[in-house]
């Protein structure tokens, strides 16, 4: 089921804009597109996604309705380029779900789950270095940083050091290998903590091997440029990180540019206003049907 439904096509609002262009930035398994696509008989969507097995099951899912759909493998902050080759444009709404799919989580070939043993990838499309490589090759100092920095991990220093000297002894090739050795390092218990100890490491390495954090700034202003007035943007997030992109990149374009002299910002130099005052949180009856839900926050603004 996807993740907040009903809330994205509200603001989307597809409906209002027959025969209009919508783009699905992070396609999965399609889920989202398929009820756009059926509550706007006429509505058009592109589809991105840097995974080729999701877009070939996407496919699939989406051959009813014709050439109503596009799709393509690229990463979401390609967006100019695929509008610009494909001629196409202005576009309605644009919808970005950043959350790691069901596919990439369940398989565990994939490597992105410590609950499977897998190779050690996280790679969303089949190009790039894979988490391997940035564990067995980065400095411990550099460990320590995308630890800290896009896990928000306490104990990114003892984990590094750690990391640095198993890898001294054996390369850590697998996803159990990673998580055994964090899990000796924090001493971890399943009734100790809510998450498990190896959650943000992994989310960190994540991040860092697809560079999502700046793919998805560069996201908002490509959506931006290319919108057509009143056109939707809905960004649904899964940690504070992205959240707080979104949030502070929202807000600064809902603003304007500040006048040098005065300090105030400048009404006419607004590009969006945000329609989300607080993220838009999914339904207890949401989380208890989908558990992996419940750190959604999906925040929406429109094109002015």
Not at 83 to 100: C, K, M, N, Y
Not at 121 to 129: F, I, Y
Not at 221 to 243: A, C, K, N
Request: aromatic share 4%; charged share 30%.
């Amino acid at each position: 089921m996807p993740v907040l439904l009903e809330e994205t096509l509200g603001f989307l609002a597809p409906e209002r804009r027959p025969g209009g262009l919508f783009v699905d930035a992070t396609l999965g398994l399609g889920g989202h597109a398929e009820a756009l696509l059926t509550r706007a008989p006429e509505a058009r969507l592109l589809g991105l996604d840097r995974d080729p097995q999701a877009l070939a099951l996407a496919q699939r899912r989406l051959a009813p309705f014709g050439d109503r759909v596009l799709l393509e493998q690229a990463v979401f902050d390609q967006l100019d380029a695929v509008l610009d080759r494909r001629s196409l444009g202005p576009v309605a709404g644009v919808l970005a779900d950043l959350g790691v799919s069901s596919l990439q989580l369940d398989v565990a070939e994939r490597g992105f789950s410590f609950r499977r043993d897998g190779p050690l990838d996280m790679r969303m499309g089949s190009a790039g270095l894979t988490a391997a490589d940035l564990v067995n090759e980065s400095s411990e100092e550099e460990l320590e940083r995308i630890f800290r920095e896009y896990g928000e991990e306490r104990q990114a220093r003892r984990i590094a050091r750690a990391i640095a000297r198993a890898r001294a002894e054996a390369p850590i090739t697998t996803t159990g290998q990673l998580k055994s050795l964090i899990d000796r390092i924090k001493s971890w218990s399943p009734h100790a903590e809510k998450i498990d100890p190896a959650t943000r490491v992994f989310q960190a390495l994540r991040i860092e091997v697809n560079q999502e954090l700046a793919a998805l700034s560069a996201l908002i202003d490509q959506t931006v440029r290319q919108m057509e007035p009143d056109g939707r943007l809905v960004i649904i997030s899964y940690h504070s990180l992205e959240d707080r992109i979104v949030k502070n990149r929202m807000r600064e374009l809902s603003q304007g540019e500040v006048d040098q002299i005065t300090g105030q910002s400048r009404s006419e130099t607004r590009l969006i206003e945000t329609l989300t005052r607080k993220p838009v949180r999914p339904t207890d009856e949401e989380i208890a049907f989908n558990p992996r839900s419940r750190s959604a926050k999906l925040r929406a603004a429109r094109r002015i």
